[in-house]
């Protein structure tokens, strides 16, 4: 009797999870997701002054440069949009190749951040590589406005500006 009621509910179980598919695929990045960014691939440099960021990432300092690094070389999928876990890294540096910056954008997925493509942002520490701490020592992440602000203007490229 308990091998059918067992049997039965592993039936059951299975038809629910085959009726109901589940959209629950989430990846939520850790500061070891940032670990050896430079040596990731390479997307795009950019120097100079660049309307397309409107003035986000020190775009119209002159002397800066952006340069954009992706994590195991993610490929878009046939719909345009890059997989959950996809990780990409802006470092800012001067002419003098200083660090001034670092943000980072991780497909979260999982339904969080809809207005950002399931987009979260972080603004990274650029002399430890470590998600930044804000002024009352919380992590600086998350669906932030001012990111999402931007990237929605690239929305048909899967809120991406390069590649």
């Keep these: 009797m308990r091998s059918f009621l067992f049997l039965g509910l592993s039936v059951l179980g299975l038809v629910a999870v085959a009726c109901f598919p589940q959209n629950t695929a989430e990846y939520i990045a850790t500061d070891q997701d940032f670990v050896g960014y430079s040596k990731w691939t390479f997307v795009d440099k950019v120097t100079g002054n660049s309307d397309a960021t409107k003035g986000a990432h020190l775009s119209e300092n002159p002397n800066a440069s952006r340069t954009i690094y992706i994590k195991n070389n ?5 719909k345009g949009q890059f997989p959950i876990g996809t990780t990409l890294v802006k470092q800012v540096t001067d002419k003098n190749n200083n660090l001034l910056m670092m943000t980072a954008m991780v497909k979260r997925g999982g339904g969080f951040n809809k207005e950002g493509g399931g987009w979260e942002w972080f603004v990274l520490d650029p002399k430890t590589g470590r998600i930044a701490l804000d002024e009352k020592g919380a992590a600086t992440r998350g669906a932030i406005a001012m990111c999402n602000q931007c990237h929605v203007n690239t929305e048909e ?3 991406v500006f390069t590649r």
């Design 74 to 78: 993610a490929d878009r999928t046939d």
């Design 157 to 159: 490229n899967d809120f």
